[in-house]
């Protein structure tokens, strides 16, 4: 294949090979039939596909194929389930067989800065682990069919206002720890075919023109070997990016850039091995699906949408039951609210799928509960006779379920939220019912979270997200206890807006400054110890479980090697049910734990099953700045098993073994506490503390307390500021600056060695 790739792009021309680097159309990529290229189409994406046959548009306002709607990023994040992810990427992998779609645009795994990210609802997480894994997890199913996938949008995309323009600012190591982590996952775990580069700036340059995103880490260490694909419109300036390592331009645009980089061919401003790298990238891709013709399948949209109905159970969350769910069948119920008809079970934008049918709670129910509509699904407001009527509906039976949520407009790609609440009519509705029903249930369809203000007067909230076609069928399941949930929130939920780490910088403007930093959401609030609303990995079961003997197979990790992770988890109550162990290691640099693992296994009421999770150093390890390097910085790490990143079951230390350290580059503004945290240097300057104390005490007995002051006033003092406190001439400042330069550069020699 490799030679034959070869042997078409020596035969094709300047203009042929340029064309290669834009697109046909919205979907397709062009052909040259001449030489048997053929043309290939790619089709969002990410929770179903939306081929458009006839007029195409990327921001899902003309119509596409029927297809299954599967449950969006936002639910399918809750199951922390990695082998449901692949189960449905699988299924979307045969779907695109059977369609000829060669590359499906997703997974959207940006990450989840601000609650009001209009693309929330696409995206995965909050957290960068558990995006990553089931990001990984996703195109490893695809990919399985020899169909491509296009993770997006790299990277740090996190807000649809100004996307196309604005600059995301930050450190490097909120970069590599919070944006690019999941990227990296994905990259390195599943190779996916292309990746797709975001229409923003990072730190004030485009990442499509960016060759140390684009090059430097995609592909020189992450590995990443297939083509970068621009998002829809996003190229500015074509030859610059192309020299930065993004291959294909999507859609077109208007042959303006083809034309660029011929003209910089043509004057030398562009080598033409860098052309035909990016066309033998794209020429792989397309080859390698087209050869794989032979595996097209056909698929039963029936039966998929009983899948997309099993995956949204293993989705939904159930954020509060006081002992009202699951309902008996032969309770009085009442339904209220028009989601319960027609659920509200995907968002706006290029995501959109023309889905092939959509069952309702209500449709899905086999006990004909009663109805009443209490607000408008358009925001509308219903007369009082109608609100009235909701209530009184409610009142008069056993249990009422109201089926809430966010608004088609209030989701969607191009624009962000502006607040954080569900519509007036909604939450006034819940009060006004909660107030006369003391068994009312709230079930929600939305992307992201909202303030409950409300959450007190309810026995219980059933969260479904945006469950995808099959989410009646669901809810219908897991109310009536057919079905236990199993989600967990993928999210914090605050209690308020006010409370959220970009509060004060979003959605920013021509800039938008990361000033957060790594504390994002349950970062955050958890190194504030912050009341929420919904922690993040919060999700209640019908049944309760109990965790035991949490153990490790080594005592200590070194630099290239795992350890297992192993708890007993015990199911105490009546229901099957399925856990999800997470186990979260604490930061060295920040007050808060991470998520660095998870697993979901289900259990019988009775049975004890145990939960193995691997870890690798990263487990531990943070991104260094001046190492520029993963570097764990502690001895010893606590490893943490959990119910929720605030229910903490369990918990066990582990030695750190590792061989990586930083280059202090000592000279005189170094400080004596920076001098003591090396190990190069450590010795030498507990000595020097000692003989400081001394000098200070004059040989005097001072007490535990006056020790602890001068030592802390000492560790903030640079060398050069010895003399004058007297510790030290000048020359003598100079001549130990100059011995622990000697000791730290020994001690590197060593360790490079
Ligand atoms: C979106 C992408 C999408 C593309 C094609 C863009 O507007 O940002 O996520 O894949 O359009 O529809």
């Given amino acids: 294949m490799k030679e034959k790739i070869k042997e078409i792009i020596g035969k094709m021309t300047l203009e042929e090979k340029a064309g290669m680097c834009s697109g046909q159309d919205t979907w397709r990529l062009k052909s040259v039939d001449r030489l048997g290229i053929p043309t290939v189409m790619v089709a969002d994406g990410p929770h179903g596909l939306r081929k458009q046959e006839a007029k195409g548009d990327n921001l899902g306002i003309y119509d596409s194929i029927k297809a299954v709607c599967f449950p969006a990023g936002c639910a399918v994040a809750a199951s922390f389930d990695k082998e449901l992810l692949e189960f449905m990427g699988g299924l979307l992998g045969e779907e695109c067989r059977a369609e000829g779609v060669s590359v499906l645009l997703g997974p959207a795994i940006n990450i989840k800065r601000s609650p009001l990210c209009g693309r929330n609802f696409e995206y995965l997480s909050e957290d960068p682990l558990l995006a990553g894994i089931l990001a990984a997890a996703y195109v490893k199913g695809v990919q399985k069919h020899e169909v491509g996938t296009s993770p997006k949008h790299y990277a740090a995309n996190n807000q649809e206002h100004r996307r196309m323009t604005s600059s995301s600012e930050m450190n490097e190591r909120t970069l590599r720890e919070i944006y690019l982590t999941a990227f990296e996952t994905v990259v390195k775990e599943s190779k996916p075919w292309t990746v797709m580069s975001s229409y923003n700036k990072i730190n004030g340059e485009y990442v499509g023109e960016s060759y140390r995103l684009l090059t430097d880490i995609l592909r020189n260490e992450w590995g990443f070997d297939g083509f970068v694909v621009s998002d829809w419109g996003a190229v500015d300036l074509r030859v610059q990016a192309l020299k930065a390592g993004l291959d294909l331009e999507m859609p077109y645009s208007d042959g303006s850039g083809d034309r660029d980089l011929i003209e910089a061919v043509k004057n030398g401003k562009l080598d033409e091995a860098v052309l035909d790298k990016a066309v033998e990238r794209i020429l792989n891709i397309i080859f390698r699906y087209a050869d794989a013709r032979g595996k097209d399948a056909e698929f039963d949209c029936e039966k998929h949408h009983g899948y997309a109905a099993h995956i949204a159970k293993k989705c939904a969350v159930l954020l509060k039951n006081e002992n009202l769910l699951p309902l008996s069948r032969k309770s009085k119920v009442a339904y209220i609210g028009p989601y319960a008809q027609k659920p509200r079970f995907q968002g706006g934008g290029s995501s959109h799928i023309n889905a092939h049918k959509v069952v309702g709670a209500y449709e899905a129910a086999s006990n004909t509960p009663a109805y009443a509509q209490g607000f408008a699904a358009d925001g509308k407001p219903l007369s009082e006779e109608e609100i009235k009527l909701a209530v009184e509906t409610a009142k008069n039976a056993d249990v009422a379920v109201i089926f ?4 088609d407009s209030y989701e969607t790609e191009g624009y962000d939220r502006s607040h954080m609440r569900l519509p007036d009519s909604q939450n006034e509705l819940i009060a ?4 006369v029903q003391p068994n009312t249930a709230v079930v929600l369809h939305l992307g992201s979270p909202v303030e409950m203000p409300w959450i007190d007067k309810v026995a219980a909230v059933l969260n479904m997200y945006l469950g995808g076609e099959g989410c009646g069928e669901a809810a219908d399941a897991l109310i009536y206890g057919d079905a236990n949930p199993s989600g967990r929130l993928p999210e914090t939920f605050p209690l308020r807006l006010e409370d959220t780490p970009c509060y004060l910088d979003f959605p920013g403007d021509e800039k938008v400054y990361y000033s957060e930093g790594t504390h994002v959401g349950y970062r955050y609030y958890d190194a504030k110890n912050m009341e929420v609303l919904f922690p993040f990995g919060h999700g209640l079961s019908y049944t309760d479980f109990e965790y035991s003997d949490l153990e490790f197979s080594a005592d200590k990790i070194s630099d290239g090697e795992k350890i297992t992770v192993s708890v007993q988890v015990k199911n105490t109550g009546n229901f099957e049910g399925e856990e999800t162990v997470q186990i979260y290691t604490d930061s060295a640099q920040n007050k808060y734990r991470r998520l660095a693992g998870f697993k979901k296994q289900n259990i019988k009421p009775g049975e004890t099953k145990t939960f193995e999770i691997e870890l690798d150093m990263r487990a531990f390890e943070e991104f260094d ?13 606590t490893v943490y098993a959990a119910h929720s990143s605030r229910d903490i079951r369990l918990e066990k230390q582990i030695k750190i073994n590792t061989t990586k350290t930083f280059n202090l580059n000592v ?25 400081m104390g001394a000098a200070v005490s004059k040989g005097e007995e001072v007490s535990e307390e006056v020790r602890q002051m001068l030592r802390g006033m ?3 003092l640079p060398l050069r ?16 600056t ?4 000697a000791l730290e550069e020994k001690f590197m020699q060593k360790e490079n060695k």
């Fill in 714 to 716: 000492a560790l903030s």
């Fill in 404 to 407: 809430a949520g966010l608004p």
């Fill in 432 to 435: 006004k019912i909660a107030e």
């Fill in 738 to 741: 100059a011995q622990m330069k």
């Fill in 625 to 637: 700045e001046r190492l520029s390097d993963w570097f764990c910085e502690k001895d010893v790490y």
């Fill in 667 to 691: 000279n005189r503004n170094t400080t004596l506490g920076q001098l003591l945290d090396h190990p190069a240097t450590k010795e030498a300057t507990s000595a020097l503390l000692a003989k």
């Fill in 721 to 736: 500021s010895l003399p004058s406190l007297g510790f030290a001439s000048r020359e003598q400042i100079d001549g130990l």
